[in-house]
């Protein structure tokens, strides 16, 4: 299978590298990545010979959030429109979180809105000490609705409120701090870092492995079809603010939006 907007291969140990391939867009995503993900997440959790699925990305960001053009897009759709792609999202973020196969990202550069949701569906994160991470959907008068319930379900309700409201950029020992990151390295350990979190999973019988994902997860903060309809809700109502027609307005038009001080 070839895709436009990312790249996986499996090698002879099983471990599989699904890349993130839009380095000239700071791997936003688009339509396009949403439906590409959606897909190799069947895929790899499908395929026996995938043992372990490392995420990562070209080029200087891990994740910059949602594409401008998906953005624009939403700007102008009616109701329905939102609701429908805010769906195709959510139900990519529940393909990766629910995957069989540990997944570990390698977080470089930056990682913002829907970056830290990726994030989020991981088991593992690997960050490099330079990283920065933002929920910064506020600023734009809108809410991190989508990745919502994995976000809180990883770093908890009172870490989340103030990087929900504020958001605010924040480095990786604070990533690491809230629970957001595991593991946060110099940038020249990246790589060994990853090899070695990689290895500890191809130790463990892998149907062992994904039955204990599943385990974890039902012991978790559910995240059930009810409460991705109800953030989608939520979401489709924020794009109809008065704030969210300023502060998308003002980023298109880059102006500060009516607010900023």
Known sequence: MTYETIRCATDARGIARLTLARPEKHNALSAMMISELSDIAGRLAADATARVVILDAQGKSFCAGGDLEWMRQQFTADRQTRIAEATR?????KLLNEMPKPLIARVHGNAFGGGVGLISVCDAVVAAR??????????LGLIPATISPYVVARIGE?????????????????????G???????????????????????AAAPGATG?????????????TDAIIATTIERLADSWETEEAREGVSAFFERRDPSWRT
């Open 89 to 93: 999202l959510a139900m990519m973020f």
């Open 158 to 178: 009172a870490r989340a409120r103030p990087l929900f409201m504020s958001a605010r950029i924040f480095g990786a020992d604070e990533a690491h701090a809230a």
């Open 130 to 139: 330079s990283a920065k991470f933002g929920l910064t959907e506020t600023r």
């Open 211 to 223: 039955r204990a994902k599943r385990l974890a997860r039902s012991l978790g903060l559910p995240i």
């Open 180 to 202: 957001l990151v595991t593991t946060v390295v110099d940038a020249e350990g990246l790589e060994a870092a990853i090899d070695n979190e990689a290895a500890s999973y191809l």
